[in-house]
């Protein structure tokens, strides 16, 4: 297995850091239906990794990142705000430093927050060193169910049923939103989907959520203030 990568923007529900506790993958090609930052698939870069993203600018980031040269990565100047890039830079890699500009949030930022800021390495220089180990990568802009008929390994990470801000400690206030929130799946019909998934299928979600039969398998604090994710998962096999 090839060394794991870092990811190239922290992302609302991102799973780099926890993707060690879920199983590792058993197929050659990895399959992440509602990619985001891919926190999985970085684990396993080596792998063939199919990434599918209804977010345009999500989709957007990710196939300009599998095509982007290094030397055109190591020319973007480290900004504080977005009307800082050159003219010739292009939108997607506008959007890529917005996202580097935040801390966990779903859309890019025009400048960087002052956390980001006080914690430093937020350009796009370092990735420069990474993106060799994704040119093999495919990235498809639409609905999870337009991902490919295969045998894979499957990490199915969706908008949760159960919010994350529901689980949240007592005097934590406020909710969360994801960019199409998930309000737009039919969760019993994702359900169904992950079912029939051929391969290791590994879904995501909060405890309580029973558009599957969850199982806890940790806890940890969330990116909100004082708050606690209590995460669960189906994990099913299928020839």
């Avoid at 060193?129 to 990490?155: C, D, K, L, N």
């Avoid at 029939?196 to 398998?217: D, Q």
């Avoid at 004082?226 to 995460?231: A, D, L, M």
Wanted: proline share 7%; charged share 25%.
């Amino acid at each position: 297995m090839s060394h794991r990568l870092r990811p190239f923007w922290r992302y609302f529900g991102g799973k780099w850091r926890a993707a060690r506790r879920y199983p590792q993958p058993e197929h050659d090609i990895i399959v992440e239906p509602f990619a985001g930052a891919a926190g999985y698939a970085l684990r396993y870069p080596d792998r063939r990794v199919v990434l599918i993203e209804k977010n345009e600018i999500v989709a957007g980031v990710w196939a300009y990142l599998i095509r982007v040269s290094v030397n055109e990565l190591l020319r973007i100047p480290n900004v504080d705000t977005i009307d800082e890039l050159p003219a010739w830079v292009p939108q997607e890699a506008k959007w890529l430093v917005g996202l580097r500009f935040g801390a966990g949030d779903t859309r890019p930022r025009t400048r960087v927050s002052p956390m980001v800021k006080r914690d430093g390495g937020y350009g796009v220089a370092f990735i420069a060193h990474q993106i060799e180990a994704i040119r093999h990568w495919r990235v498809i802009h639409g609905e999870y169910t337009m991902a490919p008929q295969v045998s894979a390994t499957w990490f199915i990470d969706p908008p949760y049923q159960i919010s994350g801000s529901r689980n949240r400690t007592a005097g934590a206030r406020g909710r969360v939103r994801y960019p199409n929130g998930g309000d737009f799946l039919n969760y019993s019909l994702l359900g169904e989907w992950c079912r029939k998934r051929r391969g290791l299928v590994i879904a995501c979600e909060n405890v309580g959520s029973n558009w599957l039969p969850f199982e806890p398998i940790f806890t940890h604090a969330s990116c909100l203030p004082g708050g606690v994710s209590k995460e669960a998962v189906w994990v099913g096999r299928r020839a």
